[in-house]
């Protein structure tokens, strides 16, 4: 094929590289640029300064080449052989080499050799050579590496021409590949982007850092990817790829933001932007492609939205609400939520500075005035008040406000939040009152040994003196008087041991609607005549594990609280049911926390003159008490109190000035392989023979007190002051028929000394006795439940009882 003279042909190598860069680099032609980007030569200006190299083994020929171009301004070289020339391309570092027909080596291995030469391999090469037919010369030239071909001889004003042409292209191209480099650097320090280019099948063509910062990929790795490998599973299924790809085509730009896959497959928030790019002719040469890893930032977001939602739920559920008042006008406007917050129907509120106080406890309203609707402009204030609900309750609720100000010293307008806190309240009370309680069941735990030995002596000696006086004796008035405020003691600390849930207990299992049957006779003959008693007991109800004589105890002191509250009589009843305890039941009973379960649950209400919301909420309290002095302790409902929560119970009650009162005890349901024991077993024959008691105790006026409440009640008595002493009693004189003992004395307890002998007597009857509370001498580890014990103070027919019943106990197989 032939070339018109003078035309320039580019071979595919040639192109420029512009539009080579979508083309995966291992497609190159084997001479064309690799993975660096070649450096661009110092001299490429088409100046009197350009070097033009000429090999022509022809003097005639070469001075033809030569002379237009040194009269055009360049400077020329010249070499007759190939290897003069590739000596000169080496030195000289020409711009351009032209080149003929040589005598040692052809053009076209002098171009070969400039090619493989880093050096040279960007060298414009000319190549000059006869025309042959059918133009063979031409395509060898061109696909041998030159850059354009002339035919011999040449038009010297083409061969100025042409050299003129190669180096303003060549000047481009190194203006092209200097853009390139300083565009491939920048995009290899930006780190904080991904930005790579696609070709038109969505195959991966460059790389930069953040490439590998975002998605994890090194070069050799990410280059030649599919695309759609960076979508997530169902981002592909959904055809998202493709679609994001039709619309840069259509539209030229297509935004997302998603969520992509990195490398390792874990996933990233990216936004990014995907631009098509076209050639000259709008023909699609690929895609750009920029992404932004805002992971952090999508997840922060995403909290904060959470948080948003939560927070606006937690305003609902905490009852929230806000308020805005003008001082000027005294207009306050209630923000949504308000109203529930205050108890108060939507739409109701006035509107006004004295409607909003009218809502507030009258003992409250100064406070609220000065504090939450007229604060001063120094700091934030906030109180904690009630307010009167619609419905007749009452709520607490922690309001802060702050003044807004117009101008110096003057407010334009007061901001407030308040939040109910009437739970918090009532948990702190309940705490309280538990304080409180612990507080008096400690001091009545650590003084009850010593009031109960101090009570037994003085009962004791009492109880002698009135023997040896006659019955007819005016003294024995005195005497009985004496005796009577030492019971009235007694009964007092074991109200204290009870209240502070110390008392010793004989656990059995039983059910309330026997007892109550058992004491309908008695609760009327307490209440009087002018009082109505009524059961109404559930069948169905189960039974419960607890002290039956302190559930008796408890409903004779409910009956005798119910009796005062009614002075002209009235009413009262006594009601049992079967209780599931569920969520929903459990959301109703916000007084009072009791876990899911079975109880049974014991009502006693009365038709008395009920109490104000103060007197309910003191009424477990300890020494509490309405009535006048001398006519009551203050201990009843406390001691009440007390023997319910010994037994696992809970117990509240509901009143209101006119209304009468409503105590509700809950008492969890037994196991379900306790047996009841409701009829009481036979008792012993507590007339046989008496025998000898080894008496230990370490207190002399009580030693001598129950030695002679033992010789009175027919027993023999060796009595000792201490263990040790005892022991040595036992390895001396004749056995014992039982043993009664302290348990809290100096030097070896009473325990110790018992479990001794268990161990080396074990068929000798053992009796504990103490004046200390049952839990207290079990958590000091001087008493194991299950050991028979007596309670100081107790009798002498008591005592004797509790020692012939130890003697039947232990003769049993």
């Known amino acids: 094929m032939s070339t018109p003279r003078g035309r320039m042909c580019w071979p595919p190598a040639r192109q420029p590289s512009i539009l080579r860069r979508l083309i995966p680099r291992n497609d190159f032609p084997p001479h064309s640029e690799d993975a660096s980007i070649p450096q661009p ?9 350009a070097t033009v190299l000429v090999a022509e083994e022809n003097d005639g020929s070469r001075v033809a080449i030569t002379r237009p171009l040194q009269n055009a301004g360049y400077r020329v070289v010249e070499a007759a052989t190939g290897a003069g020339a590739l000596r000169l391309a080496k030195l000289e570092r020409p711009d351009l080499a032209i080149l003929d027909g040589l005598p040692d080596l052809d053009g076209l291995a002098i171009t070969g050799r400039l090619r493989a030469d880093p050096a040279t391999r960007s060298l414009p090469i000319l190549f000059i050579s006869r025309v042959s037919e059918g133009g063979t010369a031409q395509a060898r030239a061109l696909e041998g590496g030159a850059d354009a071909w002339l035919p011999h001889p040449p038009d010297p004003e083409v061969v100025v021409a042409t050299a003129r042409a190669l180096l303003r292209v060549s000047r481009a191209e190194a203006t092209l590949h200097a853009h390139e480099a300083r565009t491939r650097m920048l995009l290899e320090q930006v780190q904080e982007h991904a930005i790579f280019l696609l070709t038109p099948d969505a195959r991966v063509a460059s790389w930069n850092e953040g490439v590998r910062r975002a998605l994890g990929y090194d070069e050799d790795e990410f280059i030649g990817l599919d ?11 959904a055809g998202v790829p493709e679609q994001e790809l039709a619309t840069a085509r259509a539209t030229g730009v297509a935004s997302d933001d998603r969520w992509m896959l990195r490398k390792d497959g874990t996933r990233l928030w990216a936004s990014g932007a995907t631009s098509a790019l076209r050639d000259h002719g709008d023909q699609l040469a690929g895609y750009a492609k920029v992404l932004r890893d805002l992971t952090e930032t999508k997840r922060a977001q995403d909290a904060l939205r959470d948080s948003q939602h939560r927070l606006q739920i937690a305003v609902s559920t905490a009852r929230l609400g806000s308020w805005d008042h003008d001082p000027s006008t005294g207009a306050v406007t209630w923000l949504p939520g308000t109203a529930a917050l205050f108890g108060q129907p939507e739409g109701a509120f006035a509107g006004t500075a004295d409607a909003f106080l009218d809502l507030i406890h009258p003992d409250d309203r100064t406070r609220v005035r000065e504090a939450i609707l007229t604060p001063d402009l120094e700091a934030e204030r ?7 609900r619609a419905d007749g309750a009452v709520a607490w609720i922690y309001g802060t406000s702050q003044a807004q100000p117009e101008s110096p010293g003057r407010i334009a307008r007061v901001v407030g939040v308040g939040i109910d806190v009437t739970e918090q309240k009532m948990s702190q009370e309940r705490v309280q009152l538990a304080a409180k309680m612990q507080a008096v069941g400690q001091l009545a735990g650590g003084i009850a040994h010593e ?8 009962m004791g000696f009492t109880e002698f003196l009135g023997t040896s006086l006659p019955a007819e004796d ?13 019971k009235r003691v007694a009964f007092i600390t074991r109200q204290l041991l009870a209240f502070s849930r110390q008392e010793m207990r004989q656990i ?38 607890m002290d039956p ?9 409910l009956a005798l609280n119910a009796r005062d509250a009614m002075p002209r009589g009235g009413r009262l009843t006594i009601s049992t049911g079967a209780l599931q305890m569920d969520d929903a039941l459990q959301q109703t009973h916000e007084s009072v926390e009791i876990p899911l379960g079975r109880y049974v649950r014991i009502t006693i209400n009365d038709t008395g003159h009920g109490m104000d919301e103060a007197t309910r909420q003191r009424a477990f309290e300890p020494f509490f008490t309405t009535k006048p002095v001398g006519q009551g302790t203050g201990l009843g409902l406390a001691s009440v109190y007390g023997v319910v929560k010994q037994s696992n119970g809970f117990i509240w009650l509901e009143s209101a000035p006119g209304r009468g009162t409503t105590v509700h005890i809950d008492l969890p349901v037994a196991q379900a392989d306790a047996v009841p024991a409701d009829a009481p077993s036979p008792g012993h024959d507590h007339q046989a023979g008496a025998g000898t008691v080894l008496l230990v105790e370490d207190e002399n006026n009580l030693r001598d007190v129950l030695s002679r409440m033992l010789v009175q009640e027919g027993f023999r008595v060796h009595a000792v002051s201490d263990a040790a002493t005892a022991l040595a009693a036992l390895a001396d004189r004749p056995r014992p028929d039982v043993v009664l003992t ?3 004395m100096p030097g070896m307890s009473g325990w110790e000394f018992g479990q001794g002998l268990a161990r080396t007597m074990p068929d000798l009857p053992l009796v504990y006795m103490t004046g200390y509370a049952e839990e207290e001498v079990i958590r000091r580890g001087l008493y194991q439940p299950g050991a028979t014990l007596l309670r100081k103070p107790f009798t002498a027919p008591e005592l004797a009882a509790t020692l012939r019943d130890a003697r039947l106990t232990a003769r049993r197989p």
């Open 549 to 557: 004589a302190q559930f008796e105890g408890i409903i004779l002191n």
């Open 508 to 545: 059995t299992t039983f059910t309330p609607n026997t007892v109550l049957s058992g004491m309908e006779g008695l609760l009327q003959r307490v209440l009087g005549s002018d009082f109505a008693c009524l059961l109404e007991l559930d069948p169905r109800v189960d039974a419960v594990e």
């Open 451 to 458: 009031i109960n030995n101090q009570i037994m002596a003085l």
């Open 382 to 388: 906030g109180l904690e008040f009630r307010v009167l």
């Open 742 to 744: 302290d348990l809290v």
């Open 474 to 486: 005016a003294r024995q008035n005195d005497l009985a008087e004496v005796t009577k405020a030492a």
């Open 227 to 237: 695309a759609r490998a960076l979508f997530t599973p169902e981002d592909r299924v």
């Open 41 to 49: 030569r110092a001299r490429v200006a088409i100046s009197p300064t």
